[in-house]
């Protein structure tokens, strides 16, 4: 059983799991004391435990001395647009799971999603609640990163200056093609309309390269996730 704590409350000896983690352990897992668990901050350390209290509201375990989880290279960034309903979760879950650490949603021009305010925090906030339970579910010691900007400029300035850049494009005839494994890969995907003209033309003066997925057309949700996975395939060592 994976179980994640706060960073700053990951260390030996013993620890208390509340609220949906204890749920979780309790209602979900039926676990019992002497059960092993494994803990994991989120932030790339782990630590083996085992249960030795139950109580209504907390589990108490005890754990070892906490050690790092190193993350594959490269750094993987998936640059997204808002896809409606339950769509979005499926692809923040599917991208966690193939190995993204970073997602960054705009809004794009053609999106039939388009959020703001409480509405933009409380929706960002379900995804990155998604991307932990999907860690959880793969093994991953560190969650990924979820985060909104409002614009695609913004987005683009934030990426690191290092690494390699590639936009989906469904026109382009281009394949994967790494010489060498960088250390980091940006991949940015469209919403069901497709990029916008003036939106290709940014990603392209970034630094972009178009990357084709195939002759047939993909669903935003889907796009990214394929793309994702060929990168960890083809930076696998």
């Known amino acids: 059983m994976r179980i994640y704590v706060a960073p700053l409350q990951l260390h030996a000896g013993e620890l208390a799991i509340r609220g949906d983690e204890h749920h979780y352990l309790g209602r979900v897992r039926r676990a019992r004391v002497g059960d092993p668990v494994e803990l994991i901050d989120g932030a790339g350390r782990r630590a083996a435990a085992h249960i030795v209290r139950i109580s209504d509201i907390e589990t108490i375990v005890d754990a070892c001395e906490p050690e790092p989880v190193i993350e594959l290279a490269p750094r993987v960034c998936a ?137 047939r057309t993909l669903r935003a949700e889907t796009a990214p996730v394929i793309a994702v996975a060929l990168v960890r395939a083809a930076t696998a060592t």
């Open 79 to 215: 640059l997204i647009p808002w896809i409606k309903g339950d769509r979005m979760d499926q692809c923040i879950e599917k991208l966690v799971e193939v190995g993204c650490d970073e997602v960054v949603i705009w809004p794009a021009a053609r999106a039939v999603v388009q959020l703001a305010g409480d509405r933009l925090g409380t929706r960002v906030g379900k995804l990155r609640a998604a991307a932990l339970a999907a860690a959880r579910q793969c093994g991953r010691a560190a969650v990924p990163e979820v985060t909104a900007v409002a614009s695609l400029g913004a987005a683009i300035a934030n990426l690191s200056i290092a690494g390699a850049r590639y936009v989906l494009d469904p026109a382009s005839s281009a394949r994967l093609a790494l010489s060498e494994a960088p250390s980091h890969v940006t991949v940015a995907s469209g919403p069901e309309g497709g990029l916008a003209p003036a939106e290709l033309d940014a990603l392209l003066a970034a630094g972009f390269a178009s990357l084709g997925l195939g002759p």
